[in-house]
């Protein structure tokens, strides 16, 4: 038998919809979805009414379902920084699932460590990539190669980005726009004040690249990097391009332990058919590549390749898993319930995306002749160990991207 756990849902946005709520459903055996806080009336009623979730327990915020709903443990849908209500979850001695990013500061990230710390905390983070077979598989290669002495040579990654809508349409997403308006202008002047602390009195453009672009969807590349060779040591370059386009193309060099390059290259494509993401490993005797899928289309496969020698000849081995890494980062987050079993990615993690994310920022301002204030401004440009005098094979990147995008 499996211990079942009541859980409570605060924010039924998109990824809630598409795959959280659903496979909740789907792991009834481990959950009963027994709460929901939004602050739109329509999205309550709607999926209380789909899930079967009765109206005493919905709620039109995070702090009543807290306080009223009687769960074992939350997670954490909303947009934007999720600190404020982590924090608050963790206070109460209740686990958190906290979708990316974990926060838009280092200071809300190092004080929620401290309420981790003093309340015995548990948490994971939405990195869901972490739980996919092919990437365990490709990170287990890694690791062999790395224990042999097999020196990488670069990890390089390649994202294509249709809109969403497009990728939503099997979903069934339901949609509102009757969320308090000052509840929603207090949330944008939040946000607004936290990258203000985050990067200082700066143009809107790098803070929305900041919040929106690289928090809110490179740190799932930079966790994959994190799973293969660790964190980046140093931003050597940064891009960002072109002028008058929003979101626009990002591109990031940077430097990881043991010399090997990192490069990540982000396209927002208004007019590309589908969701591509490529990512590919070389080392002095081989390589590897990822391709995933659609990240809302679950159980949709990710293959892997790996090529190697073998003795005289070429030895390829495909890998196809049709395994959903959104449900296996549920399943987790029930053995870190149920358990105390350590997550993939927790508040540490969320804090190194961070610092990278500020590096990336302050390099491409450093591009365009800015002066970067704020947390970044005094986050060292690199790791203490990183030999910033060693050379890069290439040049560093600089800036086309001079005009603020409209």
């Known amino acids: 038998?499996?211990?079942?756990?009541?859980?409570?849902?605060?924010?039924l946005g998109t990824v809630a919809q598409a795959c959280h709520l659903p496979l909740l459903d789907r792991l009834g055996d481990r959950f009963e979805l027994a709460a929901l806080a939004d602050l739109s009336p329509t999205l309550r009623r709607r999926l209380a009414s789909r899930y079967r979730v009765p109206e005493d327990s919905q709620f039109a915020s995070a702090d009543q379902l807290l306080e009223g709903a009687g769960v074992d443990a939350v997670l954490v849908l909303t947009p934007g920084s999720h600190a404020t209500i982590c924090r608050a979850a963790l206070e109460r001695g209740l686990p958190v699932f906290v979708e990316k990013p974990l926060a838009y500061t280092l200071a809300e990230i190092d004080e929620l460590a401290t309420t981790a710390a003093r309340h015995r905390g548990r948490l994971e983070l939405g990195y869901m990539k972490l739980y996919d077979p092919a990437v365990v598989r490709v990170g287990a290669a890694a690791a062999a190669r790395r224990d042999a002495g097999v020196p990488l040579r670069s990890i390089e990654v390649t994202v294509l980005h249709p809109p969403g809508e497009p990728q939503l349409e099997h979903a069934r997403i339901v949609r509102s726009s009757d969320a308090p308006a000052d509840a929603l202008r207090a949330l944008a002047a939040e946000t607004e004040r936290l990258r203000l602390t985050a990067l200082g009195d700066g143009p809107e453009w790098l803070?929305?690249?900041y919040t929106d672009v690289l928090l809110g969807s490179v740190?799932?590349?930079?966790?994959?990097?994190?799973?293969?060779?660790?964190?980046?040591?140093?931003?050597?370059?940064?891009?960002?391009?072109?002028?008058?386009?929003?979101?626009?193309s990002v591109a990031v060099e940077g430097r990881l332990s043991g010399g090997a390059r990192m490069s990540v290259r982000w396209h927002y494509l208004p007019g590309y058919p589908a969701y591509r993401e490529g990512v590919r490993l070389i080392w002095e005797d081989g390589s590897a590549e990822l391709e995933f899928p659609a990240p809302y289309l679950l159980n949709a496969p990710t293959a892997i390749r790996i090529v190697e020698r073998?003795?005289?000849?070429?030895?390829?081995?495909?890998?196809?898993?049709?395994?959903?890494?959104?449900?296996?980062e549920l399943i987790a987050f029930h053995g870190l319930i149920v358990?105390?079993?350590t997550p993939a990615a927790g508040i540490a993690d969320g804090r190194a995306d961070a610092v990278t994310c500020q590096r990336i920022v302050r390099r491409l301002a450093e591009s365009l002749g800015l002066t970067i204030g704020g947390e970044a401004g005094a986050v060292p440009p690199a790791e203490a160990d990183a030999d910033a005098t060693a050379p890069l094979g290439a040049v560093a990147l600089q800036s086309s991207w001079a005009t603020r995008p409209s």
């Open 219 to 248: 740190v799932h590349e930079l966790a994959l990097v994190r799973a293969f060779a660790g964190d980046p040591v140093s931003i050597d370059g940064a891009d960002a391009w072109t002028a008058g386009t929003w979101p626009p």
């Open 1 to 11: 038998m499996t211990e079942r756990v009541r859980v409570g849902v605060i924010g």
């Open 207 to 209: 803070g929305r690249l």
């Open 339 to 341: 358990d105390g079993t």
């Open 310 to 328: 073998d003795a005289t000849s070429r030895r390829d081995t495909a890998f196809t898993s049709y395994a959903e890494a959104f449900e296996e």
